[in-house]
């Protein structure tokens, strides 16, 4: 049976707001981690997870989803940092001011701090088999750190004054996008003990889904508003950001994303071949870029 993405959005949440405070001690940094927490994502990472779990026969609990819900403290705090004044310089994230508009830099470098270290402690400490923690500890590691978002983040910084190939330019977003949203699927079949293969084909629809979901971001950046994203748009161009329409334009970043999401809708394929059971659930994630 698969929850329709607004309850597992809204179940999410719930976990998160009730459980955050237990594991912070002091009330500023409490307030700084809560206030992006639940500033309102689409909590698409643990989302994803969660439906792998179910479509692969899982059933729901709170151990699986303090788990899940760990990836979306990992990904607030790269928001968090990524918006500072030393990054992106942001004053508007999720509709709201940023964390360090509202909290001041230095608190705001700490609720990231303190959201990223959160994150392997739920990972960490839950009732599920310690291989499963394990694996997904390391996973996870692999994801966020420096062979991942942070490398990618790292090469974003680098190449703002460079021009970078399209093969670049789709490494750097496998990383900084990529990873965590690859990581997001995988962990899935770890939680539900599946075979190296199975788990191979849900990461690549991952990696797929990924380089979709950040290419759109890029297209969204010059085709949307500041209103619809809650956030700032028209920043890559004038930042001299490499991105899929800069590169490519505005209908070849479309083909680009075209062709990541027939990439997508295969391993989907792959995956009811090799599981025998229906993986119709990622339909509404893929129509998320409709
Ligand atoms: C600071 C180490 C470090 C990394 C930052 C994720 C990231 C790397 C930067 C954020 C800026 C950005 C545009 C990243 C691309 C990925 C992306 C579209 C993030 C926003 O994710 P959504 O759309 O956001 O899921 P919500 O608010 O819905 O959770």
Redesign the pocket.
Known sequence: MSTPLPILKEQIENYLSKSLAADVDQATLRDAMNYSLMAG?????PALTLATIEMLGGTLNDDLLRAASALELL?TY??I??DLPA??NDDL??GKPTNHCKFGAGMATLAGDGLLTLAFQWVADNHLPANVRSQLTLELAKAAGPSG??A??ARDIEGEHQHLTLNQLRYLHRQ??GELIRYAVLAGGIMMDQSAEIKQELAAFGENYGLA??IY?DLMDILSTTEAM?KAVHKDADEQKNTYPGLLGVDGAKEQLQLALTAASQNQKNLEKLTGKSFAGYDDFLAYFK
């Open positions: 994502g689409k909590r698409l990472r990904h790269s928001l940092h990524d990054m992106d994230r999720r978002m942070v990618g983040q900084k996008t979901f950040q971001d809650g």
